[in-house]
């Protein structure tokens, strides 16, 4: 397993430090992206430096935390956004350069206990059974109010019924990395995670982990978009660019992340 406590925990960090207190230690463009997709990010910016030589510094938090802050004047560059509403959001203040564009869809995956769930074509029933039997203690969703993955996961709960229940033993984490951490670190029976994170923390080895279907979570969607801010310069418009290309959508792909964006073939690499 490569150090997923570490990059956890600087998840978090980053996503709740004050903004001036983020670290130069890159001349490239201040790019703000979903803690959801972080370890495919990390990789694609990496990969990114090593074709064109160019780099690109990285933030990271919930969406709509990081949504707040570019309304509140913080210099970011590009934004990747979890689903397309905080970018709309965005787009409606006037504070975009161009149009948004879809580089990923989200993939929502519930993970268990071993023992407790198991495979099950309605996985949601099964919670459901086992909330009303007591076995569940503690449950963990990301913030619905900033992270859209804690939204969807919200959303499936109260479309299978389940929501009252849930609430009783309820934890919240501050974004999708937080709620990958408790589930690492066994503190919970059931955790509603990002499938990118999920499978970097290698959740799959210590319960059982399931993809859930987007219909499960209706009027919430995990169409991810990106889109450039108005402090953008030529580095940001590449890196933006590459963001398109073939390299790009092999990387999300990798990552857990379904992609709709269409190849830029000028860009394959």
Known sequence: MRNWRTCVAVLFFWSTIPLSSVPAFANGPLIAAAASIRPALEELSARYNQVTGQSVRLVFGSSGTLANQIANGAPYALFLSANTAYVQWLVDLGLTRGAPV????GVLALYSRPGLLGQTEDPLLALGYALE????KRLVIANPEYAPYGSAARAALQHSGT???AK???LVGANA???VQYALEGDVDVAFVPM???QLAELQKTGHLQALPNEIFPNVELDQQMVLLP???QK???FFAYLQSTDSRDIFSRHGLNDPVPTNQNLQQ
Do not use: C, K, N, R
Not at 133 to 136: C, L, Y
């Open 163 to 165: 929501w009252g229940q």
């Open 196 to 198: 990118p994170l999920a």
């Open 102 to 105: 879809t580089y990923a869809s």
């Open 177 to 179: 990395g937080q709620a």
């Open 236 to 238: 940001t418009h590449e």
């Open 231 to 233: 402090s953008a310069d």
């Open 133 to 136: 039997d007591g076995a569940i």
């Open 168 to 170: 009783q033993v309820l």
